[in-house]
């Protein structure tokens, strides 16, 4: 079905597919319908225009990339999909193909060049963020006003991703003699960070979280983009950091009808309550609450 309107996380879009590469492997037969296969370890699939990039180097970076994200996490979600395809296009912001083309494919667009393999993992970590938070699928359209939560967390959750990609990446190479690249990712990582730390204390978040939201509460109210929420990035990481369980909470996102369009109170109830249902460890949603006093 081609030829349907496909919507894109932040716009509805028509565009032409383009040609896919599949990632050569025994599993690409099975599904995840007994759940025996997880995000982590569902198929790569590879399509779009990566222009020089070889179809082996991109997978083995996403690889690392996933694997950084989600390993050692709990991945509990009822709704995974069954395969993962990653499209490269030449212009235009990364996001999420809210397709109806292959229902149980998740599907993900960056805008990545050459073997510019830290900004490919950083985008990629981002968008599958999404994916995690269980916002793929054709009906996953965000909404406002509290979208800016999870657009903040799967910000945070890239930039961890990344640093674990950079330990891992260092230890075991995915190409020949090329563990110093892993310093390459830290610089990467750590620029972005600089950036969002000032773009915190731009914003007021040194008068506290509390104090923040109160204050962007009203701009929340029709603008949830991550630059919108730039302020909470560091925060966030922060609780991935400190409390690595958390990460797992972020499959039990966006499980309940309205999704992110429910006031934050409400929000954070029923990712509680999601938690709760999937046995999740439910730190996140009580940790949020407790910062906003």
Known sequence: MMGDIMVRRRAVLRQCLLGTILRPDSALGRTNGARNMTLLDIPLELGGNWEQSAPTDLLAVLGRMRAGCLDDTQLLSDQQPERLRVDDHLSGPPYVWLHSDVPTTAWVVVDARTRDWCNLAYQFGHE??????????????????????????????????????ADGWEREPPFPND??????????????????????????????????????????????????????????????????????DLGALNRWPGRSGL????????????????????????????QLG
């Open 128 to 165: 599958l963020g999404h994916v995690f938070c269980n916002s793929w699928k054709r009906d996953a359209a965000p909404a406002n006003p509290s979208q800016w939560v999870e657009e903040a967390l799967v910000e945070a959750f890239s930039l961890r991703g990344l640093g674990r990609m």
């Open 179 to 248: 563990s110093a690249y892993a310093g390459s990712i830290r610089q990467y990582r750590e620029a972005i960070l600089v950036r969002y730390r000032a773009q915190a204390a731009e914003q007021g978040m040194g008068a506290g979280f509390a104090a923040w939201f109160k204050q962007r509460a009203a701009h929340f109210a029709e603008h949830g983009g991550v630059g919108d929420a730039a302020g909470a990035v560091p925060t966030m990481l922060e609780l991935f950091e400190n409390e690595p369980s958390a990460v797992a």
């Open 263 to 290: 006031a934050l109170p409400d929000y954070l109830t029923h990712w509680q309550a999601s938690c709760v249902e999937l046995k999740t460890p439910n730190v996140a949603p009580g940790w949020i609450s407790q």
